[in-house]
Structure formats: C-alpha cells, structure tokens
C-alpha cells in the first residue's frame, strides 16, 4: 500500500475505534443503568449480570458501528480540511477519489464480516442473553430449542409443551400439542390443540383432541370445539419464547418460514426480516460513501462537532427511512426484497452521486 494511502486508512482506524468505543460504552452504561435496578430486585448475581451485559455488546457493536463509520469518516475529513491536507492533496495532483478509497474498501470489507456475523454469532449471543435475562435471572423455567421449526417448552415437571407459533402480544400460541408423562416417564395424555388463547386469567384451548393413554396399554380419544387447559406458565412467561428474529440465524428463520408459508401462516413480516438480516450490515459501506463528499467540502472550520451533527442528521434519515419501509413491508404493501433494501438502494444511490462529483 503507497504511503498516502497507508496514513489516511491508519488514521482512519485510530478514529473509527476511538468512535466505536465511545458508543459501546455509552449505550452499555445507558442499558446498565436503567435495568440495574430491576436486576438487583431480581437478585441477580454479580456474575449473571456481567454476563448478561457482556453478551449484548457483540449486538451492541453490529448497531453503533454505522454512526460509527460516519462520525470517523466525517471526522478525518474534516480534521484534514482544517490541517489543509486535502488542499496539499489537491496541489499535488491526487486525485480525492484515490485518496479516499482505502475508506471505502474497509467500509465494505466490515460490511461483509458484520453481515456474515448477523447470519449466525450475533443472533446467537442476543439469545443466550435473553436466556440470562429470562431463565438464570428472572427464574423462568427452563426453555428447550431444538431449531427454531420446533419450540419445546417444559411446563412443570411432568408435563411439555410443543409450539408451533408464539403471538405473545394476542396471548395465543398456536398448533400446540401438550404431553403429560407420568413418574415413570411414561406417556399419560396427548392433548392437540389448533390454538390456545389466554382469556380471562385462564388457557383456552380450541380445536382438538385428547389422547388417554392407561398403563395396559389401551388409549381413548376425545375431540373438543373448547376446553380449558392446566398451563403454569403466564402468558408474559412466552414473551421470553416469541420468535424473535433477531435472535434466529439465517439459516434457522429461512427453515422457520418454510414451515409457516407450508402450513399456510402469513410469512410477510418474517420473509422482510430474512432479507433485512443480508441488507442492513450494507449501510456500514453506505453510510460512509454518504459521509465521503459532505467530508470533502472546503472550510477550515468544520471538524468534531460538525461531523458529530451531520452524522446525526444522516443517520436519523436513514433509519426513518429504513424503519417505515420495514413497516410498510411487514404490513404487506410493499415486496419484502424491496422493503428490505428501500434505505439501502435511496443512500447508495445518492452516495455514488454525490462521490463521483467530487471536484478533483
């Protein structure tokens, strides 16, 4: 790498880690803060609660890494400006597009392993956080996945619960199938159940039937239109089981939304997640493309604090952006591809605009 180009992508590093740092640091302090007290209430142990912040950060580094990439970049620019080191640039013949690359190739480069962290590792810390949160602190009782196709729930200690979809915000699951063992482990009733609604401080079940199974061996049935069931769990014990997307790998939520399309759910809000989960680790490069040319403008007294500002303004478009897109997509009015990618496709469109304008 020439030498130019060797102090501005080192430069570039110094100040990106420095921005990454500060971020993590004040939206883990933040989160600390407002849970604290609730964790020590919980009883929380020293031990649980470290672990439990520390798993978030992984999360926490994938969100902030977008602001942070446009303050660094608006930044140096901006430090440059005012040193004129983009005048010497200039004078010399440079041309800013060649000086400015080795930002670009690093904004995309971490764009690749941050989408490739948010397909598998990043879901798997944000769940094992919320296992912390709701199983080791909350005292929730344990919950089994075997992927997340399947979701298996213990229910005292005799009895398991099989859950198709969770809607914790409706209290209903659905396809629900129940298993009663006995002491002994053996199998005692199968109950099957289309959906259970919680109503009036008590599970519903609707639409299935019972299997008895006796220790001779023979089994009765029973078909049900409405019975209730002998749950222990409260229906905000299953906020802790909603399927949370962002908790899924790619691989996982891709299987999960086979199943549902398959047995005929509405998949809309899960196909514009799956998409989400490859388009939004892009914005890293997108936003610093952005940032590029509002960095290169000439003015000696633009540095720190008006980087900070732009970044804000830039990013606050973005995610409005991106965020009703997602909604206009989850509610169906718009493909989930495009959904997806609206915010991505607007900024880059008006990057690549603005990037090759730049006067040499």
């Not at 883990?28 to 649980?48: H, M, N, V």
């Not at 200690?157 to 006995?182: A, E, Q, S, W």
Request: contains cysteine; proline residues 3%; positive net charge.
């Amino acid at each position: 790498m020439p030498i130019l180009l060797k102090y501005i992508f080192q430069e570039y590093i110094k100040i990106l880690l420095l921005c990454l740092a500060m971020l993590v640091l004040v939206y883990i302090t933040i989160d600390f803060f407002s849970k604290i007290g609730r964790l020590i209430q919980e009883d929380a142990s020293f031990r649980l609660i470290l672990l439990y912040f520390g798993l978030k950060i992984p999360k926490t580094v994938f969100d902030v890494a977008p602001i942070a990439m446009l303050v660094s970049t608006l930044i140096l620019l901006g430090l440059q400006s005012r040193h004129n080191e983009i005048v010497a640039l200039k004078s010399n013949g440079v041309s800013l597009l060649y000086a400015t690359s080795p930002i670009l190739i690093f904004a995309f480069t971490l764009s690749l392993l941050l989408g490739l962290g948010n397909l598998s590792f990043i879901p798997f810390t944000k769940q094992k956080a919320d296992f912390v949160r709701f199983v080791k602190i909350k005292k929730y009782q344990e919950q089994v996945y075997y992927g997340q196709s399947q979701l298996w729930v213990r229910d005292g200690r005799r009895t398991f619960l099989n859950i198709g979809l969770v809607d914790p915000i409706n209290r209903v699951l659905h396809d629900v199938t129940l298993y009663k063992l006995r002491d002994d482990f053996t199998l005692q009733e199968r109950i099957r159940a289309k959906r259970v609604r919680y109503e009036n401080g008590a599970w519903i079940m609707y639409q299935g039937r019972i299997l008895d199974f006796s220790r001779d061996g023979k089994m009765t049935e029973n078909v049900f239109e409405k019975q209730t069931a002998t749950f222990q769990r409260k229906p905000q014990e299953f906020k802790g089981l909603d399927i949370d997307t962002d908790k899924m790998k790619f691989d996982e939520l891709k299987k999960y939304i086979t199943r549902l399309d398959k047995d005929g759910y509405d998949v809309k809000r899960y196909r514009v997640d799956l998409y989400n989960k490859v388009s939004l680790p892009l914005v890293n490069f997108v936003m610093t493309l952005v940032a590029i040319p509002f960095g290169l403008v000439e003015t000696r007294s633009r540095g720190v604090a008006r980087g900070v500002g732009i970044s804000l303004l830039i990013a606050s478009c973005y995610w409005i952006i991106h965020s009703i897109a997602l909604s206009l997509g989850h509610a169906g009015l718009i493909p989930p591809l495009l959904a997806s990618g609206l915010a991505n496709l607007l900024f880059l469109a008006i990057g690549v605009y603005l990037y090759l304008g730049i006067r040499q």
